[in-house]
């Protein structure tokens, strides 16, 4: 199992930067693809981009060339880096996690694709 703990959200005006960070404690975190979603308020949770075990990466279109996922596999962390931030990015950022034994391709976008989730950080925008 694996226990995850979202950081770095916060106010930051349109234009702006935040780094998201999520630490996993638990084992063998270099065996779980991972993903950031967001859920805006009324809302459906969506998915915002995804990392596999091996570091391959996927973005939804929408932040395309904005923001940036990536991983330390050293340091059991996942970090989102956010630029030029929108208002329509306000949302609460989830980390998620997926063993990587559990049969499938990457990527994974779907909710359900996911047994371990963080608490969610809150990311506001302000214009």
């Known amino acids: 199992q694996v226990q995850l703990v979202e950081s770095g959200g916060g106010l930051v005006q349109a234009g702006g930067s935040l780094r998201l960070s999520c630490a996993a404690s638990g084992r063998s975190f270099s065996t779980y693809h991972m993903a950031w979603f967001r859920q805006a308020p009324g809302k459906e949770r969506e998915f915002v981009a995804g990392?596999?075990?091996?570091?391959?990466?996927y973005h939804t279109d929408s932040v395309k060339g904005r923001f940036t996922i990536s991983r330390d596999n050293a340091k059991n962390t996942v970090y989102l880096q956010m630029n030029s931030l929108k208002p329509e990015d306000t949302a609460v950022y989830y980390c998620a996690a997926r063993n990587m034994h559990i049969q499938g391709s990457f990527p994974y976008f779907r909710r359900n694709d996911y047994g371990y989730w963080g608490q969610g950080t809150q990311v506001t925008v302000s214009s």
């Open positions: 990392i596999s075990w091996g570091g391959s990466s």
